[in-house]
């Protein structure tokens, strides 16, 4: 832009303001001072009232009504009867025993893969971020490089690791030319629960490394320093210095990851669509289905899932927080 459309734009803000200036002291006065505030925040608390209050509400007023239709006022109360039929079971560690045996089936899949994806991703972020903290070559170029896969569509990862992996995928097609057999990769369940993990690790540990590496950046190096006057040997520094430092950052990344793990959907709907049978279908794609593809759509259950899947992420949170306030204490 030329200095003179600067000028044309610099005098339209000016008049802009000008503008607006008679209204807003009109209401500092009207108002106060202390509460003007308000009227800036307004906006933002619309926005955050009908895109997640107004939804919220619905969901629980789903919860406890019944019936198949999607207006509110044509659903009739049925109080705790959707959490009933949920929990319902003779043996909860037998699925086929339940009368929702794909929801319990989902949540066992959803527990072995939050706990491999979060532990396996917070200990390979840790490493990346130590390694990436220090002085290597082309370090600007690595944290770039790591950070990359968080950029992309989670329809466009699961999209190529579908090609790669597919049976006349790239994968195969080397395995093939190094003298093996195909492997079913997203046809076998011991398989496809592999890459599940596998390729959310690969699209989200670049977030968790930066957030790492922020931590570690955070630590006075007068520490370090004052270590190797010492003779401190690195893994000495590694467990006395960095990881205590680190935590109250560590257990941030440990909630986020929990609670991304848990909702873990659209990399794995598109990568497998929840098969072979049900090895891949997780807690979220059984609420998604439950409510819009079957030929009945039972709201009123994937609320309650829903629910229930919230009340537990918030007590895990809490624990998590809690334990990270004893540690620190």
């Not at 209204?23 to 955050?48: Q, T, Y």
């Not at 794909?102 to 994806?117: D, I, M, P, S």
């Not at 699209?203 to 922020?214: Q, V």
Request: charge should be positive; hydrophobic fraction near 55%.
């Amino acid at each position: 832009m030329t200095g003179a459309g600067l000028r044309l734009l610099g005098a339209a803000f000016a008049a802009a303001m000008n503008l607006l200036e008679p209204p807003f002291r009109w209401l500092e006065r009207r108002l106060g001072l202390r509460r003007i505030g308000w009227v800036f925040v307004a906006p933002n608390l619309a926005v955050f009232a009908i895109f997640v209050v107004l939804p919220m509400l619905l969901n629980f007023h789903y919860a406890v009504t019944g019936s198949s239709r999607l207006m509110p006022a044509d659903r009739p109360f049925v109080g705790l009867e959707n959490f009933a039929t949920l929990l319902a079971c003779e043996d909860h560690l037998r699925p086929s025993s339940c009368g929702q045996d794909r929801f319990w089936r989902a949540v066992y899949n959803t527990l072995g893969f939050v706990a491999l994806q979060v532990g396996f991703m917070v200990a390979m972020a840790l490493v990346t971020a130590l390694a990436l903290n220090g002085r290597i070559l082309a370090r600007g170029f690595f944290r770039a490089a790591f950070f990359y896969p968080v950029l992309l569509s989670p329809v466009v990862v699961a999209l190529v690791w579908k090609w790669i992996l597919q049976r006349d995928g790239i994968l195969n097609a080397l395995i093939v030319a190094s003298g093996g057999e195909r492997l079913p990769f997203l046809l076998d369940p011991g398989w496809a629960f592999f890459w599940t993990v596998f390729v959310s690790i690969w699209a989200h540990m670049g977030f968790y490394t930066l957030i790492l590496l922020a931590g570690l950046q955070g630590i006075p190096a007068d520490l370090y320093e004052a270590a190797t006057m010492d003779g401190t040997p690195r893994w000495r520094m590694l467990l006395r210095i960095t990881l205590p430092l680190l935590m109250p950052t560590m257990m941030v990344v440990l909630v986020l990851a929990l609670i991304r793990a848990v909702q873990a959907f659209d990399e794995i709907y598109v990568l497998t669509g929840g098969g072979p049978g049900t090895a891949t279908q997780y807690v979220v794609q059984y609420i998604y289905e439950t409510a819009f593809t079957n030929s009945i759509h039972i709201f009123g259950l994937a609320a309650a899932a829903s629910i229930l899947v919230g009340a537990v992420l918030l007590v895990l949170t809490l624990v998590q927080f809690g334990l990270g306030r004893r540690k620190e204490g």
